[in-house]
């Protein structure tokens, strides 16, 4: 498994202009290394599991840009379903990428179902997904990344990974108006 920092580092240093779609608890790290980019949307106190979802409705709205989700695998749980409409859309600008951890980082730590069990690739792939890659250590990860954000989507990338730090903490809820409205001028070409 590679650090989820480590993952993080990698995909900062190769986004380019893309869309970012964050949710739970690498919506609470993605800003440090992102820099707070204002094509970042991050997908907190909102419902869980839905993050996938709003990506895709950004893809489908944003052809022209290039989407990631970024989302756990307790969110991916939550809306399996989500694959198989992303897979018979097809958008060729949207990229899924799932952090397996194993449990419900942000609300505690709990394993999640089918710990050991569960095979995200092979269930994108059977929902239709025919790009999919599975990673565990950071260096293959790093090496592909760059065609990965090149090619046709959709793609599913499935990352192994963990945590040993303290999440931190959501010190306010998120203004989702007020960050919409700046994602909304960002996307516009209006923001100041």
Sequence with gaps: MMKLEESLEVLAQHRTEEIVVPTMTVARL???????????????????????DFALG???????????????????????????????????NYILMVFENEKYEITGG?????????????????????RVYGFEEVEPFARQLP???????????????????KI???TQRPNIPEIGQRFKATLAGTAP
Aim: charged share 15%; hydrophobic share 45%; glycine share 10%.
């Design 30 to 52: 993605w800003p440090n290394y992102s820099r707070r980019h204002e094509l970042d949307f991050p997908y907190v106190g909102m419902a869980m599991g839905h993050a996938s």
């Design 147 to 165: 065609q990965i954000l090149q090619e046709r989507g959709p793609v599913f990338v499935n990352l192994k990974v963990f945590y040993t730090g």
């Design 58 to 92: 950004i893809a489908l709205a944003q052809p022209q840009r290039r989407v990631i989700a970024l989302n756990g695998d307790g969110s991916m749980l939550m809306n399996l379903g989500n694959l198989v409409t992303v897979a018979h859309l097809a958008p060729p």
């Design 110 to 130: 709990q394993p999640i179902p089918g710990v050991k069990k569960v095979d995200f690739p092979r269930i994108a792939e059977g929902a239709g997904f025919t």
């Design 168 to 170: 931190p903490p959501l």
